[in-house]
Every structure is written in C-alpha cells, then in structure tokens.
C-alpha cells in the first residue's frame, strides 16, 4: 500500500464517510489539531515516572478515538467514539495525582523540568485542540464526550506537569503583576 494517494492534491480530503470536504474546514481543524497533541504527547515519553507514562500511553490510544469521532459526521453504533467512561477514568487520574500535590495557592508558569514543561507544553495545545472543537461544535453535531474530554485532558496535563515538576525537585513560580 502506497502512503500517498495524491488526493489531498486539490485542499481537499475524505471524511470516514467518504465525503469530501476542505483541508481547512472546521472538522480537519478539529481533528488535526488532536493529532498534534497525541504527537506532542508522545514526544514527552519516557517523562521517567512509570505511572505517569502508562497514563500518558492511554490518553495516546483515547486521542486517536477522538479522531475517529471527529472525522466521521455520522457514526455508527459500532463506529470508535469517546464514552463518559473514558472521561471517567481521566478524572481519576487527575484526583490520584493530584493527591500527592501541594494545594494549589496561585497561577503558576508553566515550565520546570524537561518533562514537566513538556506537559504543560502539551496542555497548551490540548486546549487549543478544545477550542477547535467547540469551533465545530457551533456548525455541527459533535460528540459532546469528545469535547469534555478535551477539556479535562486539559487539566490532567495540568496536573501531571505539577505532579512531574515536584517529583523532580522542582520549584513553581508565580507570575509577577
């Protein structure tokens, strides 16, 4: 099987429906920006920590079913689709992690060790991934799961960055006003 196809040539590009639709449409936007975090995010690993990695690994395989739900403008029943579940366990693992945490006191910037600025680097685009999808959320039904998910991966990679930050030793900073 050939990689290329040549028929993204023209801008555009297939749904899993079959449709065709703009490279720049809403959807691709939606999804391609989702691909961009689940590649960011697998840069970041190994961040050292086992739990933190196997975590991470997960979030990877659920990013791709967010793709899957995004590009596909009529699913199926048996069609890959985020679930309340996994948005479930990804609160669990914001609360486990977040145990071993100082309470937050103010905004803190973002960066500290490699892998810590790594996931606060992911968070960033994670949200932006979020922004996309409620972009299309305004122009078509989406999978409302998907979205939330997004937001709370958001937090997750928050979390995680603090939690990686303080296990290396390293110190938060507040921003100066």
């Known amino acids: 099987m050939k ?78 689709q985020l679930r309340e579940e996994h948005v479930d366990k990804l609160e669990q693992w914001i609360d486990e992690m977040d145990e071993e945490l100082e309470p937050l006191q103010s905004f803190i910037l973002p960066g500290g060790s490699e892998s810590g600025a790594a996931l606060h680097h992911a968070r960033a685009v994670v ?23 997004l937001n709370r991966l958001s937090d997750a990679l928050f979390v995680f960055g603090r939690a990686v930050n303080a296990r290396d030793g390293e110190k938060e900073e507040s921003p100066t006003y």
């Open 127 to 149: 949200r932006r991934a979020e922004r996309r999808a409620v972009g299309l959320a305004t122009d078509e039904p989406v999978n409302e799961h998907a979205v939330t998910y």
């Open 3 to 80: 990689i290329y196809t040549g028929r993204g040539d023209e801008g555009m590009t297939d749904l899993r429906n079959m449709s065709r639709v703009s490279k720049t449409s809403r959807r691709i936007e939606a999804y391609g920006t989702v691909d961009e975090a689940n590649a960011l995010i697998g840069t970041l690993r190994p961040t050292g920590y086992d739990d933190v990695d196997e975590i991470l690994e997960r979030i990877q395989n659920h990013l791709h079913i967010v793709q899957a739900d995004f590009a596909n403008p009529d699913p199926d029943e048996d069609d890959p």
